[in-house]
């Protein structure tokens, strides 16, 4: 049974390649905001091109930060791309301070490297365990960013629960590529543009989804 995919249209970017890409590895996709289709499909993604403080306007515009905290207070899977993996941590220094949806502890700085932007294939230290890298954990994938985590998130704000696995790269200074957190996960790279390695991990993403959950009680009876 193909898995039923959200692609978030927050105006956050061109998510097309990202459409496709779910497509090819076997997924039904729909592009779109609209509420029920978000808390009704299988897995939610959630991409962002840009400046941190302007992909979270355009989520708020649209209610996305509502909807991501709905589906994660259900267990339903969320996956973050590029500056979608940014945003879900507490906040950012790009550009002033900006607040994230805080779903992470961690700020979001520019990268220390002698060359900045990050544009190109770096290979990732995959973590202990990774379901997303498996199969590809000794491969290169495709970045473009100036600003990432450069703190590691497994140390919990609440300390409760399995900490999440976090998955490193490196350009100047080490960062967070990826994390793997229940029902939430996130890359700091592009899987759509990684080519066999990124379709390898998109559909290791889709393994994981369930299928058979239906929309919350008050979801049906408004």
Known sequence: ??????????????VRSAVRALERAGADVRLTAEAEAVMDADGLVVPGVGAFGTVMDKLRAVGADRLIERRLAGGLPVL???????????????????EGLGQWPGTVERLDAPVVPHMGWSRVEAAEGSRLFAGVEGERFYFVHSYGVLSDPSERLDGRGDPPLVTWARHGTRFVAAVEDGPLSATQFHPEKSSDAGARLLGNWLSTLPTTHRRHQHDRHP
Do not use: P, W, Y
């Not at 049974?1 to 061109?14: E, F, I, P, W």
């Not at 791309?81 to 002033?96: A, D, P």
């Open 80 to 98: 973050g791309i590029c500056v979608g993996l940014q945003v879900l941590f507490e906040s950012s220094r790009e550009r002033g301070h900006h």
């Open 1 to 14: 049974m193909k898995r039923r995919v959200v692609v978030l249209d927050a105006g956050t970017g061109n």
